[in-house]
T-cell receptor, first 115, second 118 residues
Framework: AQSVTQLDSHVSVSEGTPVLLRCNYSSSYSPSLFWYVQHPNKGLQLLLKYTSAATLVKGINGFEAEFKKSETSFHLTKPSAHMSDAAEYFCVVTPGYSSASKIIFGSGTRLSIRP | GAVVSQHPSRVICKSGTSVKIECRSLDFQATTMFWYRQFPKQSLMLMAT?????????EQGVEKDKFLINHASLTLSTLTVTSAHPEDSSFYIC????FGQGAYNEQFFGPGTRLTVL
């Protein structure tokens, strides 16, 4: 069975400090993995995606994530947090074995930035 | 590219009325669109998968007679909430997958529609 677990429901960091949002997945097939960001009352915006190319993926707004198969993880990081990064972040996995495959959402991590 | 729009962005209606939400892929064709529902401070819940020219596939527990989905063209899917009640109040989000692309490709999300039923 496929699943995705976001280990922290809420992360709070100070502006200018590093951000780490953790995501672990379970998939029987080679998955595609995504991170999306959602600001209040807005839709989802793609930050980055992994689709079996480079294991270190760089996204928008200075975010990056590393696919670690041995740890079944795809943690999202950013070296220096900005106030505008405050939002909800979703880790998403697609099993990818069929065009009919549905994507599986993590429960989300709310990122707060302290001034 | 790959922009998805939703209309309306916000709707308030009286209990018992029906509400239609449109989801459009603006610059690409989408044979498959998805409808999600999101409650406050929660993740997205897939309601149904909408395929152009065929019946939608509903997730378990989602009433197909309550949430009518029509995908009449490669760029438009509609969700109609029939006889809406206050418990249907929620944030509805659609997404679309590029035509011919498999599940390994991302879905493009609309900005969402906030439905409030009085």
């Amino acid at each position: 069975a496929q699943s995705v677990t976001q280990l922290d429901s809420h992360v709070s960091v100070s502006e200018g400090t590093p951000v780490l949002l953790r995501c672990n997945y379970s998939s029987s097939y080679s998955p595609s993995l995504f991170w999306y960001v959602q600001h209040p009352n807005k839709g989802l915006q793609l930050l980055l995606k992994y689709t079996s190319a480079a294991t270190l993926v760089k996204g928008i707004n200075g975010f990056e994530a590393e696919f670690k198969k041995s740890e079944t993880s795809f943690h999202l990081t950013k070296p220096s947090a900005h106030m505008s990064d405050a939002a909800e972040y979703f880790c998403v996995v697609t099993p990818g074995y069929s065009s009919a495959s549905k994507i599986i959402f993590g429960s989300g991590t709310r990122l707060s930035i302290r001034p | 590219g790959a922009v998805v729009s939703q209309h309306p962005s916000r709707v308030i209606c009286k209990s018992g009325t029906s509400v239609k939400i449109e989801c459009r892929s603006l610059d690409f064709q989408a044979t498959t669109m998805f409808w999600y529902r999101q409650f406050p401070k929660q993740s997205l819940m897939l309601m149904a998968t909408s395929n152009e020219g065929s019946k939608a596939t509903y997730e378990q527990g989602v009433e197909k007679d309550k949430f009518l989905i029509n995908h009449a063209s490669l760029t438009l899917s509609t969700l109609t909430v029939t006889s809406a009640h206050p418990e249907d109040s929620s944030f509805y989000i659609c997404s679309a997958r590029l035509f011919g692309q498999g599940a390994y490709n991302e879905q493009f999300f609309g900005p969402g529609t906030r439905l409030t039923v009085l």
